[in-house]
């Protein structure tokens, strides 16, 4: 029932889907791919499954609705990657050659079986999704990447030609229909991936923050995959200050669980000493914005923090939540009727669960940065000497969200 839900769902609203920007680049012996995901939906998850019954381990990531988890990217254990990204609605679509029908997404099929972008292609060139629109992006840990879409009659399978490839919304391979469009986050992903030669993670964080979506179709998470060694960034809210970490061998070994992404982040934001500033003194007054109580400040004359100092910040956590106004004007409000009209008790009541209603209502469900203040100030630093600094939150016993790093110098 479930997975027919989300069948109709599928079929439904994949026009409502918004914009996603997908690029993967294979160089120098790494292989990285990234999803910025963008959508009204901002409860978004990701779910880890075992492997088990002859079926790779594998994870998600998507959205919670009232129909359930809606996948839009995932890996599995073997490095394999891949993700999904809307496209103009077609009514020209047929299954042509009656291949067999496969009612769930078929991508979910080559997380469970495939290891290879060729293992991929066989299953679509096998089975025909009649519910699937969009197109897809598959990437393995051995180089390979395919753009998967609908052609004229059938699927396509347009395989990378150079060391990345990037997809967003527009058919890859029609760029002669006046019906499709050219897009500029295609264009930006494609020019940074032309002119930077080597791969980070911090590269693909500057390209998926160069490329993210505001407004009512907003980039609600974004993914960053090393196929090779398993590892994951994730980032909340297009806020590409603070990310979490996920190693997908350790995540698989805790069983099949399922997370609310939003709950590992702090809404960090570092603030001074700012990014590549220069500082007279030999003292520094670090600041950021979080909503965590509890930090560890790492500064190190290495990029790599080889070798740091360590500085532990415990707050006194305080609820400070403020009352609403509209709560204390009425409040006022309500004692002055109350003398001058005491009779008047279930319109009293009636006006006390209107401004209960008012005060519980949520203005701003994700702020994309807190507005609480943290900072520390240390002295002795070393003249002519290149700093880099970064924060880690610690409200969580996993998944502990990190800043990125900042660097600095001393004159």
Excluded at 238 to 260: D, M, Q, T
Aim: glycine letters at 4%; charged letters at 25%.
């Amino acid at each position: 029932m479930k997975k027919a839900l989300l069948i109709i769902l599928m079929s439904l609203n994949i026009s409502d889907l918004g914009a996603c920007t997908l690029f993967w680049s294979a160089r120098d012996d790494k292989i990285l791919c990234a999803k910025n995901m963008d959508w009204t939906n901002k409860d978004t998850r990701m779910l880890f499954i075992p492997a088990s019954d002859g079926k790779y381990g594998r994870m998600y990531f998507g959205i919670e609705s009232n129909y359930g988890f809606t996948n839009t990217s995932g890996m599995n254990e073997t490095g394999l990657w891949y993700a999904g990204a809307s496209l103009p609605e077609r009514t020209d679509i047929y299954n042509t050659y009656n291949k067999p029908r496969w009612d769930y997404e078929l991508v979910e099929k080559i997380m469970e079986e495939c290891s290879t972008v060729d293992e991929a292609i066989e299953i679509f060139s096998v089975y025909w999704e009649p519910h699937w629109s969009g197109h897809t992006l598959i990437a393995d840990k051995y180089g390979n990447c395919v753009a998967i879409e609908y052609g004229e009659k059938d699927v396509v399978f347009l395989r990378n030609q150079t060391d990345f490839q990037v997809m967003t919304n527009f058919y890859l391979s029609d760029t002669i229909n006046e019906r499709w469009y050219n897009c500029y986050r295609y264009n930006i992903a494609y020019e940074l991936l032309s002119n930077n030669t080597a791969l980070s993670f911090g590269l693909f964080r500057d390209i998926a923050e160069e490329t993210h979506a505001e407004g009512d179709y907003q980039t609600t998470l974004t993914t960053i995959h090393d196929l090779k060694n398993g590892f994951i960034q994730v980032y909340n809210m297009h806020n590409y200050h603070e990310f979490v970490n996920i190693n997908l061998a350790e995540e698989l070994e805790k069983g099949e669980h399922y997370l609310k992404c939003s709950d590992y982040f702090n809404q960090v934001q570092l603030l001074k000493p700012a990014i590549n500033s220069v500082l007279s003194s030999e003292e520094v007054t670090f600041s950021w914005n979080a909503d965590s109580y509890n930090y560890d400040l790492y500064y190190s004359k290495n990029e790599d923090f080889a070798d740091f100092e360590k500085i532990e910040i415990n707050i006194i956590h305080v609820n400070n939540s403020k009352i609403n106004p509209f709560l204390f004007i009425g409040l006022l409000a309500l004692l002055i009727f109350f003398k001058r009209n005491r009779k008047s008790v279930i319109f009293a009541s009636v006006f006390i669960l209107i401004l209960a209603g008012i005060s519980c209502e949520d203005i701003d469900l994700e702020p994309q940065f807190s507005k609480t203040n943290h900072f520390v100030t240390i002295k002795g630093l070393e003249p002519e000497t290149t700093y880099y600094w970064k924060i880690i939150c610690n409200n969580a016993e996993e998944y502990k969200s990190e800043s990125v790093t900042w660097k600095f110098e001393t004159l």
